[in-house]
């Protein structure tokens, strides 16, 4: 299965905070360094947004929402090979 990567507008949210990914980012690999970084008391987690090398600050308290609004020629992107069923709250 191919990994889904960045479209024209794939965005992260960290605590109110939208960013545009910049086109060809991990998204599976990002999604599991902001839940593997989640679990500890604070961990950066690094990605690309523009032309800019980003680094976040994600603990246990962090938001963090990952969208992808593909254009129309381009087929739906699957992430169920990051669903996780034991989710604990």
Known sequence: ?????TTSKA?????????????GQDLVRLMHDMEEASRTEGTF???TSGNMLMSALVSGRT????SVEADAADPPHDLSEHARTDWDF
């Open 63 to 66: 938001r963090v929402v990952i």
């Open 11 to 23: 965005r992260i949210d960290i605590d109110g905070r939208e960013l545009t990914l910049a086109p």
């Open 45 to 47: 987690v690094h990605f």
């Open 1 to 5: 299965m191919s990994r889904a990567r």
